[in-house]
């Protein structure tokens, strides 16, 4: 039994979303995934539209996600998608650093895979330097949660955004000797676009 499983942060609809749509849906159909958990996945607050549905209409996946996120007219949702029919769990805001409910969301799903009902979930932390107290907070209340899912043998895909913890050289070191297995791909970035890149332009000069 083989199930295959891609987590990926599809970063909201920061630099060239458009072109990046594309690109997202064409490499999802590469990897061919079982379940994809997702995390900062656009999408209309109202309900309508967004890259879950995309994704759904153009790859036949089934989806369960978070309620929007957003003040604007355009959100970003958790989401967990299938290619097997699947069924929401539970949509849940994780914690602010004073434990009142915050804008990060953890979605739970069922799915009905051949092997019988797999509950699995979705969440990412917050990213910035200075939120550690709030990663502290919602890493506890994953801890909770994870506490019941052993009960229900939940499986949990995670966006950690740990670009600014000490501990993610450990992490790294720990993925690469093998101690979580085999990994179908894995994707990192720092900051990218408006939100704090440190890229520079083309260099069409002499200097190097």
């Not at 069922?110 to 550690?132: C, E, K, M, N, Q």
Request: proline share 5%; glycine share 8%.
């Amino acid at each position: 039994m083989t199930l295959r499983v891609l987590s990926w942060n599809l970063w909201w609809r920061f630099g060239d979303w458009e072109r990046r749509r594309h690109a997202i849906v064409d490499t999802i159909r590469g990897a061919n995934p079982d379940v994809l958990c997702l995390q900062e996945v656009w999408a209309e607050t109202s309900g309508g539209d967004g890259m879950a549905t995309i994704l759904s209409r153009e790859l036949g996946y089934s989806v369960a996600s978070t309620t929007p996120i957003g003040r604007s007219e355009i959100g970003f949702t958790n989401a967990v998608l299938s290619r097997w029919p699947n069924r929401l769990l539970h949509d849940e805001a994780l914690p602010r650093a004073d434990g009142s409910p915050g804008h990060r969301r953890i979605v739970a799903a069922t799915v009905a895979t051949p092997w019988g009902s797999w509950p699995v979930a979705s969440t990412h932390l917050d990213h910035r330097f200075d939120d550690s107290a709030a990663r502290q907070a919602q890493s506890r209340r994953m801890l909770e949660l994870n506490a019941l899912a052993l009960q229900k043998n939940l499986k949990v895909g995670v966006g950690l955004m740990c670009r600014h913890c000490d501990a993610r050289r450990e992490l790294f070191d720990r993925i690469q000797s093998g101690e979580i297995g085999d990994i179908m791909t894995l994707r990192a970035y720092r900051m990218a676009g408006p939100t704090g890149s440190a890229a520079a332009p083309p260099n069409d000069s002499d200097l190097s």
